[in-house]
């Protein structure tokens, strides 16, 4: 049987070199470092967002529950 390399075997499964897929390796694990960032920024920002919203403290009458009230 003959030994193929590496380079032959990565080529012929991936359909790319070992190189290229290095590379792309490492562009998918930028992307999704990239994306857990994103997504804590957008938490951030949510928990940003509820911090600065107005609370005095008052009851906020929205009429949901008036058709119990008696």
């Given at each position: 049987m003959e030994k193929q390399d590496t380079l032959d075997r990565t080529a012929h499964i991936f359909g790319m070199t070992d190189v290229e897929f290095e590379k792309q390796s490492r562009i998918e694990s930028e992307i999704a470092a990239q994306q857990i960032i994103?997504?804590?920024?957008?938490e951030?920002?949510?928990?940003?967002?509820?911090?600065?919203?107005?609370n005095?403290?008052?009851?906020?009458?929205?009429?949901f529950h008036?058709?119990?009230?008696?």
């Amino acid at each position: 049987m003959e030994k193929q390399d590496t380079l032959d075997r990565t080529a012929h499964i991936f359909g790319m070199t070992d190189v290229e897929f290095e590379k792309q390796s490492r562009i998918e694990s930028e992307i999704a470092a990239q994306q857990i960032i994103r997504q804590r920024m957008l938490e951030d920002q949510d928990r940003q967002a509820l911090k600065n919203f107005p609370n005095s403290g008052e009851d906020f009458d929205f009429g949901f529950h008036d058709q119990f009230d008696s």
